[in-house]
């Protein structure tokens, strides 16, 4: 009796498995395709400034999970989801840097998660990673920057730069003996210098792409070249360093050697004017595009410092921002904003 109970239950599991298995071919034709370029398909048509004026900016669309990437998968992983549990999806918890690489693969600090994300915007793909060897593990990471096959996290917590490659594998850190709050970062490709924001001694520090410190720039301040809270950083094609100053309300502008060039922006709530500065990148044609936490919006600068317009505004709907953070801008002139609060990354272009 007991070996027909036995040999009738593994024919159930049997049946189970197979109907299982046709649902998933029936309902995913073509799974495992995973070829060719995302789409983020935008659930609206967005653009700024709206007619009858020229469009400048165009809304792309938002990534909040890896489900946005809209993976397909083989019918064999869909089984083995069914069957024993699907793997935990990567979920954007308090993103606050974002930054591409030329493989078009999407990285992003998330504070609240306290992971580094990696979206692969041509295969789908995800992977996140945290890990530094031992039990050591990231636990706040804000700034982050892309230096051919390293991946540079600024962790405030642990208070050091912490080095990996682009498969997420811990190499080495550095900084922990000057930088007290470290916050932004940016990599000079052409002499392989990273900048860091020490938010919490008003100054960036220079070292080389192997942690060696090189030069600390200003200290606190009002004057030109002094900080008060400096945040993110920026270095353009020409090698210009900008600095979100934040609490002096104003982007500063250094030359190559390091010297400062200019400044603009002020406290107010004019066009230009600015209440809590953060994130800072600049286009091609070397526009300025600059966060602010409490207008909730971007604003855009030409390269000598005057308005051009802005987008943006506070909300949840496309296009709407909660508290963003960092900024980015790729070769095509894309942009992509940390929208921190929305749990999400906002991608946008500039019309040419």
Known sequence: MASKIK?????????????????????????????????LSPDVSLVWPEPPESPRIRYLGAISTETDLKRKVSWTEGLGDLLFGGRKIGVLVAPYAV???????????????????????STRGYQQF???????????????????????????ALRKVCVFDKKGQFQFSFGRERLQRPSGIAYRRDDETVYIADTGRHAIDV??????????IGSRGLAPGTFNFPTHLWLDASGRLYVSDTLNYRIQVFDRDR????????????????????????DSHGNVYVTDRQFENVQIFGPQGGILMA?????????QFWLPAGIFIDERNRI????????????FELLE
């Open 7 to 39: 040999i009738s239950a593994t024919r159930r599991f049997g049946v189970q498995v197979t109907i299982l298995a046709l649902a998933i071919l029936s309902f995913c034709p073509g799974c495992g395709d995973n070829r060719g370029q995302v789409s």
């Open 99 to 121: 930054a591409a690489d030329r493989e078009n693969r999407l990285f992003v600090t998330d504070t609240g998660g306290a992971v580094v994300h990696v979206f692969d915007m």
């Open 130 to 156: 945290a890990e530094m060897g031992g039990r050591e593990r990231l636990q706040k990471p804000v700034g982050l920057a892309i230096a051919a096959n390293r991946i540079y996290v600024v962790d405030s």
């Open 207 to 216: 070292f080389t792409k192997d942690g060696r410190f090189i030069q600390q």
């Open 259 to 282: 010297t400062f060039l200019t400044s603009f922006g002020q406290q107010g709530d004019r066009p230009g004017n600015f209440a809590h500065p953060c994130g800072v990148a600049a």
């Open 311 to 319: 987008f943006g505004e506070e909300g949840t709907r496309p296009g």
């Open 336 to 347: 992509y904003v940390a929208d921190s609060f929305n749990k999400r990354i906002q991608v």
